[in-house]
């Protein structure tokens, strides 16, 4: 039995699309909206999704459990690597000092890095250790309560 590739990959996509939408993220899928979000004032929390293993297994379940906490970023957004490439690459241009990785969160303030949690930093780790550096980061950066 011969199995369409291309239909199996939309489902993977569309399945993690809707994953991480569902959490609250907004996707971003050109450069446009890539920059009018990261150019608003405040902070921002972005998760660069993935189809792998572990962007499904550990990112996105971190991503969506990270926000049962009393602070958090003024805006949540997604980008997805190999999908929309170009709104990708844009994010990327942000994460100035960091070498491009997926899946991985960034956080920015008005626009510029603060702190990226790379591939390197969730591939092998358990989702709550990485559940546990997000929070840290919305601790250290966000204001509301």
Not at 3 to 20: K, T, W
Not at 40 to 59: D, E, R
Request: contains cysteine.
């Amino acid at each position: 039995m011969e199995m369409d590739f291309n239909l199996y990959m939309n489902d993977v996509v569309n399945s993690a699309r809707n994953e991480i939408e569902n959490a609250g993220y907004k996707q971003l899928t050109t450069k446009e909206e890539v920059n009018e979000t990261f150019n608003k004032p405040g902070t921002t929390f972005v998760m660069v999704n993935s189809v792998c293993g572990c962007a499904g297994g550990i990112a996105r379940p971190a991503a969506q459990h990270a926000l049962h906490y009393d602070k958090l970023p003024d805006q949540l957004v997604t980008v997805f690597a190999g999908q929309d490439k170009e709104a990708t690459e844009t994010a990327r241009d942000y994460f100035e000092g960091y070498p491009p990785s997926s899946p991985a969160f960034a956080f920015l303030k008005d626009g510029k890095i603060v702190k990226m949690i790379e591939r390197h930093e969730i591939e092998g780790h358990d989702p709550m250790s990485v559940i546990t550096n997000i929070q840290a980061l919305f601790e250290e950066h966000c204001d509301n309560i």
